[in-house]
């Protein structure tokens, strides 16, 4: 998963505001939901993503991936991330 390039991210005070360029749709993200979109923006994937939540956070690894995967489904149902394009394109 990567941010969709129709997002523009602006760091608060307390995480982040996201802005849907396509639907003008505004998001806020707590402190935890702005280091995961930094993290996506890095190019990490969610595996990657749920450890690092857990060390830097210290957090259960079980509530780390729950809320991990529900932050990245509603990412993903508003059009704010989506799958990685394969570079190479599909297998022959």
Not at 29 to 53: F, H, K, M, P, V
Not at 57 to 63: G, I, L, Q
Request: glycine share 6%; proline share 3%; hydrophobic share 40%.
């Amino acid at each position: 998963m990567r941010p969709n390039t129709h997002v523009l991210c602006r760091e608060v005070k307390d995480g982040a505001v996201l802005i849907h360029l396509e639907t003008n749709q505004i998001y806020d993200l707590n402190r935890t939901g702005y280091r995961i979109w930094q993290l996506l923006q890095e190019g990490s994937d969610s595996s990657a993503i749920r450890n690092r939540i857990q060390l830097e956070f210290d957090v259960d690894p079980a509530v780390a991936a729950s809320e991990l995967q529900s932050l990245l489904d509603r990412l993903s149902s508003e059009g704010l991330i989506e799958e990685e394009k394969d570079a190479a394109g599909p297998a022959a």
